[in-house]
């Protein structure tokens, strides 16, 4: 049987503007005692953003943690206008990336992204009926963030998730609800 630690110890390591690192004391089932490193990551969105029934739009941009270039649905963390209402942080997301807005969002799941070591949750959504914003109502882009995006359709995302280059774990899960809504 499953059972749970019980925290003896705790104290936040490192506090960044994304995520702080926690350690913590427990002791387990058992009566040891173990120690843990855990990332308290504020929460995320991720939206797939249909053009239509057969196509969504990527981004393809260049990420230091792994020193190479990604194709990932488009992303962004939560920030205090957002925790109650996620819907808020896909809008802006939509804006500052995709220079788009939506007739119709949802949200369709959400996810642990790293349980293992981390408590960062994603949700994701969908985004439908998208039309392009006024030069003059963009919003600005993260400081850095440079980006091309690229119209998908399925059956080239299908293409790139059966030879193992579909790599982003967002962007796999999206694809995984987009072939069950295709059935």
Do not use: C
């Not at 996620?86 to 997301?93: D, F, G, M, Y």
Request: hydrophobic letters at 40%.
């Amino acid at each position: 049987m499953a059972e749970r630690e019980i925290v003896i110890d705790s104290e936040i390591v490192y506090e960044g503007p994304i995520f702080s690192i926690e350690t913590q004391q427990v002791t387990l089932y058992n009566g040891q005692q173990a120690g843990r490193d855990i990332v308290r990551h504020v929460p995320a969105i991720a939206v797939i953003a249909f053009t239509d029934d057969d196509h969504i739009i990527v981004e393809k941009q260049y990420r230091a943690t792994i020193g190479d270039f990604i194709l990932e649905i488009p992303a962004g963390k939560l920030d205090e206008r957002d925790f109650d209402q996620p819907e808020h942080a896909v809008t802006r997301e939509l804006n500052e990336e995709l220079r788009m807005t939506a007739g119709s969002i949802s949200r369709v799941m959400g996810f642990f992204e790293t349980v293992g070591f981390s408590d960062a949750y994603m949700h994701i959504y969908v985004a439908r009926d998208l039309q392009s914003v006024a030069e003059a109502e963009q919003l600005p882009r993260d400081l850095g963030e440079s980006l091309d995006l690229v119209t998908m359709s399925y059956d080239e995302m299908k293409a790139l998730f059966d030879t193992g280059q579909l790599n982003d774990q967002k962007t796999i899960v999206a694809f995984l609800y987009w072939s069950y809504l295709r059935g």
